[in-house]
């Protein structure tokens, strides 16, 4: 069992199968590890990790869960390396293949994954780019998997900028036949390209993709409530800007309340209480971000075997 694909780049690229494959194994991971199982599926690997941009999140579980199934990960800044001195992604793509045996890389231009791909002869997986984040939109719909059981049919309401995050999410939830709502306002909304093409995914699974301005109305029935910063890595100089945009699109308790009394809150973190989400709600009964946060490493350890490993899983 593997993934068609040699890499991993966007929720788009995967099929419905795989999806259900990859939360499949990050269940059978998550339990192994619990139990103290071996699970040792890359042992003798080595994985690098290109950041051009900073992380906790996904740097910890990356190197956490690749050293958990018995490989080696190496941690490549742009400052500490000569990716950041200007050398060319191609010439990195190539010289890397002949060395390791695959690449994660977190950076701004989403082009130059696809051309770290290309060059690549081994798998890169898409740590965050400006356009999309796969592996937290995968690691979603595992937990939203683990505390509502059935995903097909759920309403996820996203609020707030219609960025990388949302992207991500409106593949994965084409994917599995949930129906997403992102609530943005103007000049935030996503990007039209990605919406089209996430309601042509939908069509496979009878999942739907919508964006709607005013967020009460969007708000109404959620499932799930999602959101994520109003300034992303790379925008800090337009936060004046966006959080006075943005700065009606906040879940609140006021929001839970025309939600599904069951309704989870989730935020890929970091999160920013008093802007797009309120110290209370994250802190809530209804808030889950903390097993959000540990999924990473449950997610992506199953993506990297399903990728890498030579055994089957
Ligand atoms: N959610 C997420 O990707 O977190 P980090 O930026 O800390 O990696
Ligand atoms: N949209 C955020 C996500 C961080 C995990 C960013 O790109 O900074």
């Known amino acids: ?55 906790t999140r996904t740097r910890v579980s990356f190197e956490t869960g690749f050293h958990q199934l018995g490989g080696h990960p190496i941690y490549l800044s742009d400052q500490a ?36 791909a290309k060059y690549a002869s081994i798998p890169v997986i898409n740590g965050l780019t400006d356009l999309l984040h796969p592996c937290q939109a995968l690691t979603d719909l595992f937990t939203i998997q683990e505390h509502q059981k059935v995903l097909k049919g759920r309403k996820l309401v996203f609020v707030g900028d219609g960025n990388n995050m949302a992207h991500s999410l409106m593949f994965a939830c084409a994917k599995v036949g949930m129906h997403m709502v992102c609530a943005s306002p103007k000049g935030y909304q996503p990007n039209p390209h990605i919406v089209k093409q996430a309601q042509e995914d939908a069509k496979l ?69 008093g802007e797009e989400i309120t110290e209370d709600v994250i802190e809530g009964p209804h808030s889950v971000v903390f097993d959000q946060a540990e999924n990473r490493l449950h997610v992506q350890k199953a993506i990297m075997a399903l990728l890498m490993s030579d055994e089957r899983l």
């Open 81 to 116: 390396s000569q990716i950041g001195r200007g050398e060319p992604v191609r010439d990195t793509a190539r010289v890397l293949s002949r060395m390791v045996d695959g690449i994660m890389i977190r950076t701004f231009s989403h082009e130059s994954v696809l051309e770290l």
């Open 1 to 55: 069992m593997g993934l068609k694909n040699k890499d991993l780049i966007s929720v788009h690229d995967l099929s419905v199968g795989e999806v259900a494959t990859i939360l499949d194994v990050a269940a059978k991971l998550k339990r192994k590890q619990k139990a103290g199982e071996p699970h040792e599926y890359c042992k003798g690997k080595t994985l690098v990790m290109i950041f051009s941009k900073a992380s």
């Open 205 to 273: 699974t009878g999942a739907s993709i919508t964006v709607e301005e005013d967020l009460l109305t969007a708000a109404k029935g959620a499932d799930i409530l999602y959101t994520d910063v109003w300034a992303s890595m790379g925008q800090e100089d337009e936060r004046a800007e966006r959080i006075k945009a943005l700065g009606g699109y906040q879940i609140n308790q006021k929001l839970l309340d025309v939600a599904r009394p069951e309704c989870i809150v989730l935020h890929c973190l970091p999160a920013h209480r």
